[in-house]
Nanobody
Framework: QVQLVESGGGVVQAGGSLRLSCAAS????????MGWYRRAPGKQREWVAN???????NYADSVKGRFTISRDNTKNNVYLQMNSLKPEDTAVYYC??????????WGQGTQVTVSS
């Protein structure tokens, strides 16, 4: 069982930056594919970025070039650096740890609000 706790959300002006953190406990994250997702008001949850255990990364087109996912296996943490934020990035951001259907864990989310 993996417990994930996100932090680092807040209110920022358009063009600003935030760094989200996801702290894990209960198991090492080193073998998990780690991801960030978000849910904007009135919309379905959408995938933002992920990183494989070997470090390869993928990004949604909407955040490519602005967001960077990283992980520190020694601290059992995952991060999402968000630059050049836009009002449309406003959402609750969720951390995900995944190996397979039986090991798919989510955090409680952290709110990011970008004002114009």
């Amino acid at each position: 069982q993996v417990q994930l706790v996100e932090s680092g959300g807040g209110v920022v002006q358009a063009g600003g930056s935030l760094r989200l953190s996801c702290a894990a406990s209960g198991s090492s994250l080193s073998t998990y594919r780690m991801g960030w997702y978000r849910r904007a008001p009135g919309k379905q949850r959408e995938w933002v970025a992920n990183m494989s255990p070997r470090g390869s990364t993928n990004y949604a087109d909407s955040v490519k070039g602005r967001f960077t996912i990283s992980r520190d296996n020694t601290k059992n943490n995952v991060y999402l650096q968000m630059n050049s934020l836009k009002p449309e990035d406003t959402a609750v951001y969720y951390c995900n740890a995944w190996i397979g259907s039986t090991r798919d864990y989510w955090g409680q989310g952290t709110q990011v609000t970008v004002s114009s």
